[in-house]
């Protein structure tokens, strides 16, 4: 049965100044790129939603919280715009509505379960909110605004950890975990997403490439450098190299399939894709008249990659 009265859910009246000194929950989205938007809708008209905030209490010490220690769970980019837009700031007090928590788990659900007026979460946000509790700083503009999820959960379709827990039904936590070496060292090498030929299915297949063949692989770092400066190593009359073939004759047979990622379309590109870097990673060319395997059924082609050893 469920327990109603957990959070010991209360409602005070806040002088800006207290709610401003706490610090925002630390799985807080990015707020820089949205000061400008916020600003512009906190000076068009003042609304009663502006002057509520959602603050957290640590019942007892956990995740580096201490005890009776306070935090702020929304109104962050509220309070960046009004620290340097102090004009803005409501002449009342504010409602504040305060939980208790003894756990992150509970504090993460109610983080995701708010809806801001001032910004509805998006998964963008909710990554960047996830390396920021990790205290990583990401390097690429792709991993810096959070924008590698579409990725993620491509290349956790049909995996399992090391528990042999199905990833694929897994919360973003679990799947950022087990594939968070291979994404930091994406971010290091600075795959981006200006690269027109750039999608998250590369992603994707990337991070699947590289939990394979492990991040130290020196033929691994060759492949994605190849790919995100288009160079072709092999190129003869009868054959290729396997990013040559993704990046030249797959992107223009699947151009118009390219980015999506519904699993129809996407997995039209992604078998044939995967193909492609496992045959570089193998140092074996591909035959320009080659018929790559077939995409119809994903799941038989991500066995044949996970035996192909």
Avoid at 9 to 28: D, G, H
Avoid at 158 to 186: P, R
Wanted: charged content about 30%; proline content about 4%.
């Amino acid at each position: 049965m469920e327990n109603y009265t957990k959070f010991n859910t209360r409602i005070e009246a806040w002088p800006y100044e207290k709610m401003s000194q706490l610090k925002p929950v630390s799985i807080n989205r990015d707020t820089e790129h949205r000061l400008v938007k916020v600003a512009k809708r906190l000076e068009k008209k003042y609304l009663p939603t502006h002057s509520i905030v959602y603050v957290g209490k640590a019942a007892r010490a956990f995740a580096g919280y201490k005890k009776g220690e306070y935090f702020r769970l929304d109104a962050n980019t509220r309070s960046d715009v009004y620290s340097i837009k102090p004009n803005l700031i409501p002449p009342i007090p504010f409602t504040t509505i305060i939980f208790d928590f003894d756990n992150m788990k509970d504090v993460q659900d109610v983080y995701y379960s708010i809806d801001s007026q001032d910004a509805v979460e998006n998964s963008h946000d909710k990554m960047t909110g996830l390396l920021r509790d990790k205290n990583y700083e990401a390097k690429s503009r792709l991993v810096k605004r959070g924008q590698f999820k579409r990725g993620l959960d491509l290349a956790c379709q049909y995996g399992h950890d090391q528990n042999g827990t199905y990833l694929h039904t897994s919360s973003i936590g679990t799947k950022l975990n087990y594939f968070w070496d291979e994404l930091m060292y994406l971010d290091k090498i600075g795959l981006d997403n200006k690269n027109p030929r750039y999608s998250p299915n590369v992603l994707g297949c990337f991070l699947m490439i590289a939990k394979k063949y492990g991040v130290q692989s020196k033929r691994l770092k060759t492949l994605i450098e190849n790919f995100k400066e288009g160079i072709t190593t092999v190129n003869d009359t009868k054959t290729v190299d396997g990013v040559h073939y993704v990046y030249h004759n797959l992107y223009e047979n699947k151009k118009d399939t390219w980015k999506l990622s519904t699993w129809g379309s996407a997995k039209q590109v992604v078998g044939p894709m995967l193909y492609c870097f496992d045959m570089f990673m193998r140092n074996e060319n591909i035959s320009k008249s080659t018929k790559l395997p077939s995409s119809a059924k994903l799941d038989e082609l991500f066995q044949y990659y996970n035996e192909r050893k």
